[in-house]
């Protein structure tokens, strides 16, 4: 699915305004947090070994790609 430029510009702008909000530490907290209550969701309680080790790495992904994008801002300052 190919997304417009419009459409990428108001995703990065999301995660902007998410890091803005929070910082990377408080973003990476509510990113466990979120981790944490799907693991222990009713869901979640159902899942295979191998469903647990795909949502663990889905994890780590999303947690540097949290981590690269603050990165990015930073590298620009604060001026988006």
Known sequence: MKS???DRLAHQ???LEFLDA???AKS???LWQM???TLSSE???????IDRANWFHFYELLRG???AN??????RGSNH
């Open 70 to 75: 603050y990165v990015l801002v930073k590298g």
């Open 35 to 37: 981790f944490r209550l």
């Open 65 to 67: 790609l949290v981590r």
């Open 22 to 24: 929070f910082g990377l």
């Open 43 to 49: 869901e979640g309680n159902d899942w295979n070994e």
């Open 28 to 30: 990476e907290e509510r």
């Open 4 to 6: 417009s430029r419009d």
């Open 13 to 15: 702008q999301a995660i």
